[in-house]
């Protein structure tokens, strides 16, 4: 394999590392496969044969960006130069406090911490997270909870990266830890009116799934927790959260096609009424207010609706709702959040979001943007008494703002401009393109560059996708895409199939049996881009993570000639294999979103012909950067270190393949907010040597 372009000076690169082949017969109803490196999976992740794979993969990786390692501490001094490190959150307001939280400069975490009454009050530090993580390897905070006397404060944090937290109690005004400690569960807790109890999610220790809600008694041991409700299907997820009147305390279960939420008064959770029972392809939120339920719907609605229903008319079916917002063919309804005497609503129509508020008397007013492609979504807002609308606003040029807006005055105020020193907006272009696919759909295309660009056919580019679980990807403000943009280059978020961005059939046209609709979105947008002289051919670039792995790796076997080198993290890429297994974390899940490959052959079929890892084959392909952790709950570290490992074997050219595993990392990379910066320098590093971009 040859080393990546670099001086004369630079050393031979080594010899890539090449993993044992230990054929595997991986059976089902549907078919048989063999797998040569299904060995590399390890549960426990302690078998030393594993583990030398893997810190052989790190090793070759360290070798191969050896040469980078200049570049790459430029490209952090660029990112961290545009980051204002003493900076700190806007403050909300709940039940008297203003709550925020700040960082110092040099911190990897916050500081999370309120004042009473004014920020002018003394400050009351909730949590010094860069003291709780000290000597950690991961270090994450998954959420917090004060109880309704603000006397007490329940966090989950996770020191492995699994995303199996564990709950803990502080005592807010002595900074002391209760003796109460929860193991893995998930991050939400919520607490009930006594100041006592708090209920809480416990997860299955083998699949990860959510499976049962318990009450906890302050002072009593855990293993004494009741239980209030357990799921049955493997298919759903569950949640707890508590209504905006913080009267109820409601189990919220959703699969991917159905929903089920069951409350019960927060001063006495002890029997959970069903607010509207599951049914297949009808999804639900739920919320109260006012007097009134509040539901956001797809029942008669693909693109969702929001509905109501008096309590005095609450039946515990659909029966008795009515429509507040009715359905509109041209817009998606995304999200709501009630308040006294409004509703704010964030919807989609044309690709974009904007926010819409619709008073008790039924008057409309909308919040847009007049640039092309934005990101626009609902702040924090925590005192339904307000009139005030507070709503964060960015896109690829303009740094993230958050506002607030009077809903009776329609006055506007600024609470904080995102501090990006250095950084000019006015330097940079942003536009919207609709690309058309190969069965002549528009896909819409958001396009950032630098004042000055030619488009000439001759820059290097970036196009970034993801296009799964109807997950709608805005064109947000990155300061890292910054250092891209200085250099010459283009960056395009294709928003293809398979995401929400132009509604519910947008989603649908890109899962299931029409999941490749997605991959080919993103080679259109390619072609298309290239063709009118974005970029030039050779010097094209892609990135995606985890299902946007999955993306990517298709794309690899499907398009290697488009693109130069190609960037995947945590990348979901063993498809079949892992959806025939349902003690694999997230499967049983998500049996909608891909298909069963168990129980229908069609489904084993169509999705065995896109797998990334089924698929490769003896063909040159891109230079590649594959990333892991090894402790990923969401994408095992065994699929992208078998796909590695089976493309070392197979593939031709001498393109270099970098596997770049964190050993105390999960879905989410490495904790911290430098070390991250870090990480993206290392893969920016490689993919701009790839391409050829000036340093």
């Known amino acids: 394999m040859a080393a990546i372009s670099i001086p004369a000076v630079a050393q031979e690169t080594p010899k890539p590392p090449v993993a044992a082949k230990k054929p595997f017969l991986v059976k089902s109803p549907n078919g048989a496969r063999q797998d040569d490196y299904y060995w590399l999976r390890d549960d426990t992740r302690k078998n030393p044969e594993m583990l030398a794979d893997l810190k052989a993969e790190n090793a070759y990786a360290d070798a191969v960006l050896s040469p980078t390692k200049p570049l790459q501490d430029t490209l952090y001094k660029e990112v961290v130069g545009r980051i204002k490190q003493d900076d700190s959150s806007v403050p909300y307001l709940k039940r008297g406090y203003y709550y925020y939280t700040r960082f110092e400069t040099g911190a990897d975490y916050p500081v999370t911490a309120r004042r009473k009454g004014a920020m002018s009050a003394p400050e009351e530090i909730m949590l010094d997270q860069p003291k709780m993580a000290a000597g950690k390897g991961f270090f994450a905070v998954g959420s917090t909870a004060v109880s309704p006397d603000n006397a007490l404060l329940a966090f989950a944090e996770d020191t492995v990266g699994r995303r199996q937290y564990i709950l803990r109690v502080k005592d807010i005004a002595t900074g002391k830890l209760l003796t109460d400690e929860i193991p893995n569960v998930e991050p939400g807790a919520v607490w009930a009116d006594d100041n006592k109890t708090i209920l809480y999610v416990e997860k299955d220790p083998v699949t990860l799934l959510s499976k049962r809600v318990k009450a906890h008694v302050l002072g009593t041991p855990a293993s004494a927790d009741r239980l209030v409700y357990e799921e049955k299907d493997d298919s759903f997820y569950m949640g707890l959260f508590k209504t905006t009147d913080e009267r109820y305390i409601c189990i919220g279960v959703q699969s991917t096609v159905s929903a089920e939420h069951r409350c019960a008064p927060a001063a006495a959770p002890a029997t959970f009424t069903i607010v509207a029972p599951r049914e297949r392809d009808v999804l639900y939120d739920a919320d109260h207010l006012g007097g009134r339920w509040i539901f956001k719907t797809n029942w008669k609605a693909p693109n969702y609706r929001l509905m109501t229903v008096a309590d005095a008319k609450a039946n515990g079916t659909r029966t008795a709702w009515s429509d507040l917002v009715p359905v509109k063919p041209d817009v998606f309804i995304e999200n709501f959040k009630p308040f006294d005497g409004f509703l704010a609503i964030e919807e989609r129509s044309g690709g974009n979001k904007r926010l819409r508020t619709l008073t008790n008397a039924g008057k409309s007013s909308f919040v847009q943007s007049d640039e092309p492609a934005y990101a626009m979504s609902l ?56 690309v058309p696919a190969r069965d002549g759909t528009k896909v819409p295309v958001s396009i950032v560059y630098k004042k000055g660009f030619g488009k000439d056919g001759s820059a290097a580019m970036l196009q970034y996708g993801y296009g799964s679980y109807g997950a709608s990807m805005d064109p947000a403000f990155s300061a890292q895409t910054v250092s891209l943009l200085d250099r010459g280059m283009v960056y395009a978020l294709a928003h293809i199939r398979g995401g929400q961005e132009m509604g519910r059939k947008w989603y649908d046209d890109g899962h299931l049996f029409n999941k490749k609709n997605s991959f080919n979105d993103f080679i259109d947008v390619t072609r298309w881009l290239v063709a009118n002289k974005y970029a030039a051919r050779d010097r094209v670039a892609a990135l995606g993570g985890s299902a946007g792995g999955l993306l990517m790796g298709a794309v690899a076997n499907m398009a290697p000639k488009d693109y130069k080198v190609i960037i995947a993290q945590v990348p979901f890429v063993d498809v079949v294999t892992t959806m025939l297994d349902a003690s694999i974390p997230l499967t049983t899940n998500e049996y909608d979103e891909w298909g069963n490959p168990g129980t229908s052959k069609a489904s084993y079929d169509y999705m065995l012909s896109y797998s990334p890892y089924d698929n490769v084959k003896a063909q040159g392909y891109p230079a590649l950067f594959v990333g892991t952790g090894l402790w990923d709950s969401q994408v095992q570290y065994y699929e992208p270190a078998k796909w590695v490992a089976k493309l070392r074997g197979v593939k031709t050219g001498s393109n270099p393949l970098v596997f770049r595993v964190n050993m105390e990392a999960g879905h989410g990379g490495k904790s911290g907010r430098f070390q991250r910066y870090k990480d993206g320098a290392e893969y920016t590093a490689f993919m701009l040597t790839q391409l050829g971009v000036e340093k």
């Open 379 to 434: 702040s924090v807002n925590e005192e339904p008494a307000t009139p005030w609308l507070r709503y964060t606003y960015g896109s690829l040029t303009t740094p993230t703002t958050t506002y607030e807006v009077n809903t009776k005055t329609g006055e506007r105020r600024t609470l904080k401009v995102q501090p990006v020193p250095g950084y000019d907006a006015t330097q940079y272009v942003t536009e919207r393109v609709w």
